[in-house]
């Protein structure tokens, strides 16, 4: 027997990022979405862990590692410490989600890990006692198995629904070379006169409001002058998004990858294939937001 579980990509609208506190955290005021780029991650049982992971389309999966410090088997450990069962199971990933491009594919690989392993072994876990294991897990699991479009606080990991009446098409353009997240926050530390971001109220409103010129004005992220800084290469990414009509361009997380906000999907489409003809590899489109973490039944 094995259970099928997906997960979506995401997407930080506005992050917001404090100073690093004494426990090696930022406090954030972020509003995440989950868009339609996903993993699926299947598992089965076993009498060791382990994990396999497959790209889906141009995926890079070359750094992703598949040995106990994946978090997919960390969260399948955690999951069994849990409930005081001595089980093991092998874990197949199929990977649409851009790895190390801040979008969060390890956090919904996790996540997708916990729902299918509970689903599997009929462990009926309670949704509390998941989003507590997901926050030990990482910032931006606790996310994953929510999805939709949701308020971030804490270090990201106490998430809130919030009201999301647009539906909103994004150009996403990969990077073939990563970029760790460790090094654009110890640089975010460093920084001198780092210009934070107002916080999340305008980005609500926008998103109640489901207006796209709200929406485009109310972006930002605390963290994507440093990592321009970083990874100057980015800014031509940057540009060629808003030559080819990008209503906004973003650079999702901690990067690398770059987000173009476009009106429709025939726009999406348009911009992509612009990007493509004129040299950038990898271009996707994806629409949020989308369900959070969910069974996978295949008829």
Known sequence: MSITVRAPAKVNLVLGVGPVREDGYHPLDTVYQAISLYDDVTVSNAGAW??????????DCSEVPLDEDNIA??????????????????????????????????????????????????LQTTDEDLLAIAARLGSDVP??????????????????????????????????????????YGAFDEAEDIQRGSGTEAIRAALESGDLDACADALANDLQAVALDL?????????????????????SGSGPTFLGLVADQDEAHRVREQLLEGGVPGVLVATGPVAGTHVVDYV
């Open 50 to 59: 382990s994990v396999t992971v497959r790209p889906v389309g141009a995926v």
């Open 73 to 122: 088997i960390r969260a399948g450990r955690m999951l069994t410490e849990h409930h005081g069962i001595d089980r093991r199971a092998a874990i197949a990933i199929s990977k649409g989600i851009p790895v190390a491009g801040g979008m969060a594919g390890g956090s919904a690989d996790a996540a997708a890990t916990l729902v299918a392993l509970d689903r599997l072994w009929d």
């Open 143 to 184: 996310f994953a198995l929510i999805g939709g479009t949701a308020h971030g606080t804490g270090h990201g990991e106490l998430v809130e629904p919030v009201v999301d009446n647009g539906t909103w098409w994004w150009v996403v353009v990969p990077n073939a070379e990563g970029l760790s997240t460790a090094v654009v």
């Open 231 to 251: 990874r100057s290469d980015l800014r031509s990414t940057q540009a060629a998004l808003e030559d080819a009509g990008a209503v906004a361009t973003l650079l």
